[in-house]
């Protein structure tokens, strides 16, 4: 049997973790937002067509703040056309998607839905075919109290109050050539420092994210990244990543050895941030917001056969099987030990869409990963520690070593709670761990939940929602100080201790 140590010092800390590392993103795709939040005439429908089933699954999974409305269909958008009175909404084809969008939803829906939700709003403006001028507008629109066009056009559409929306996006994924309006770094840098100057200048106490690359391979990664931080510097607070893996070859030791690569692109990023810090010799520090990160794969197929031009398909809905739960829940580890820096997350996405929750006309249900993220955001708030792991490594095919071990240790000081988040990635042994936590003395164990299957392709359906769940583990003790536990090969745990 395999064994591990992991090595603690109260005194050794990464940092306070920000509760906005566990949000998500809701797109106008596929099946999120209509047949997904939203679907009047549902026998689930509130009177303002708010799925009340989903609504209770969000609240389940404690997410702070959705991203919204995009992702690519942001960058064709024209947010005025989902606002006022619905009989006069246009329909438009959606060219990011192919698809048609009615406008039946919009910004004030969205609002309305995450307050329903407790969650906050992060807003992306398009940048793709639209500039600084309409991003100006519709902050205005969103945070201006009264008394100018468009603050009083959203009270005539029935909000009185401005929405006050802090966060926002400056486009999406601009360096892609599958972007509508895609960009060169140096086009991109410019429009970002320009927008978010206004927006600044109209609404001070808001925060903006640049983009960053948008995943790992793109060949003008690092470049992208310096270019545009160099031009937008001061207009901007986060920068972003984004990153979806998958194991379409079946290799599963390698897949889950993606939380690596996420782990050498957050450190790469941190790196660029702070060599822009440097030459511009100025204290302020760029953090990241990883706003879309999953796995995505499944549904690759059967979305290149979709009819074209159609109203919300069955688009981007991976089923989501047993080893993608255990990828999801070393990629939130991997969020976690970089709390640091990374300050918000987005789980892309929320509902139906690459998405933990899932729904039909008659129901909704819990995909495999909606649990690995519904005990880390439920019980990973608090301030992460640095611990060294003393684990047996293998040799993955695309990211080299990889820890069998994937692990962090969160110490919740306000509740006298410490947290361990694992993964056993080997796929045929046991891993016995160790911990001293004599420092943490009257500490016992209060849960102990381990989520692991013997199929790796298992899933959750509409018929069989429980077929992956997490189950309480028997095998951990804390003795005298010392935490031991015998995790059982390819699964994901969380150990849960409190003073007495
Ligand atoms: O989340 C699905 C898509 O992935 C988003 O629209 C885009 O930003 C990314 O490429």
């Avoid at 359906?461 to 003795?479: F, I, K, M, R």
Wanted: net charge negative; aromatic share 10%; hydrophobic share 35%.
């Amino acid at each position: 049997m395999k064994k591990a140590e992991i090595i603690v010092d109260r005194h050794f800390l990464i940092g306070d973790v920000d509760k906005r590392i566990f949000g998500s993103f809701i797109e106008h795709l596929g099946r999120a937002v209509y047949e997904g939040i939203y679907q009047p005439g549902s026998p689930f429908a509130d009177t303002d067509g708010m799925r009340t089933d989903v609504l209770e699954l969000v609240r389940e999974l404690q997410v702070p703040v959705v991203r919204y409305p995009g992702g690519n269909f942001v960058s064709g958008y024209h947010w005025e056309d989902g606002v006022g009175p619905k009989d006069l909404r246009p329909a438009r084809p959606d060219p990011a998607w192919q698809v048609i969008e009615t406008n039946a939803f919009g910004l004030n829906e969205f609002v309305t839905w995450a307050q329903k939700a407790d969650t906050e709003v992060m807003m992306a403006v398009n940048l793709g075919t639209r500039g600084p001028e309409d991003a100006k507008n519709l902050l205005e629109y969103c945070n201006f109290e009264s008394g100018t066009y468009y603050s009083d056009l959203r009270k005539k559409h029935g909000y009185e109050k401005p929405h006050h929306i802090k966060l926002w996006c400056l486009g999406n994924e601009m360096d892609g050539p599958w972007q509508i309006g895609h960009k060169t770094a140096v086009e991109y840098g410019r429009t970002a420092e320009e927008t978010g100057r206004m927006m600044k200048m109209l609404d001070p106490s808001i925060e903006t994210v640049a983009c960053g690359s948008s995943n790992l391979e793109m060949p003008t990664f690092g470049s992208w990244e310096e270019t545009v931080l160099d031009l937008c510097y001061d207009q901007v607070d986060y920068l972003s990543l984004h990153q979806y893996y998958g194991n379409a070859n079946g290799d599963t030791a390698d897949f889950l050895a993606s939380s690596v690569g996420m782990d050498q692109f957050i450190s790469s990023v941190i790196s660029i941030c702070d060599c822009v810090k440097a030459k511009k010799r100025t204290n302020k520090q760029i953090n990241l917001s990883f706003d879309e990160w999953n796995v995505w794969y499944h549904s690759n197929d059967a979305d290149a056969k979709l009819p074209k031009w159609s109203k919300a398909p069955h688009q981007l809905e991976d089923i989501y099987n047993f080893e993608d739960a255990l990828l999801v829940g070393s990629m939130l580890i991997t969020l976690l030990r970089h709390a640091d820096r990374v300050k918000i997350a987005c789980l892309a996405q929320l509902v139906n869409v690459i998405a933990p929750i899932m729904t039909s006309d008659t129901g909704a249900w819990r995909q495999t990963i909606f649990y690995p993220f519904f005990y880390t955001s439920r019980y990973g708030r608090g301030t992460v520690m640095n611990t060294i792991v003393e684990a047996p490594v293998y040799e993955s095919r695309t990211y080299g070593d990889a820890s069998y071990l994937d692990s962090v240790l969160i110490w919740n000081q306000e509740n006298d709670e410490l947290t361990l988040f694992a993964v056993n990635k080997s796929l045929e042994e046991d891993l016995e761990i160790s911990c001293d936590l004599r420092q943490f003395t009257e500490y016992r164990i209060v849960d102990h939940k381990i989520l692991t299957h013997e199929n790796l392709k298992a899933v959750n359906t509409e018929d069989h929602p429980l077929e992956v769940t997490p189950v309480s583990g028997q095998n951990a003790a804390l003795d005298s100080g010392n935490l031991t536990a015998l995790f059982p090969k390819h699964s994901w745990q969380m150990i849960r201790m409190c003073k007495k």
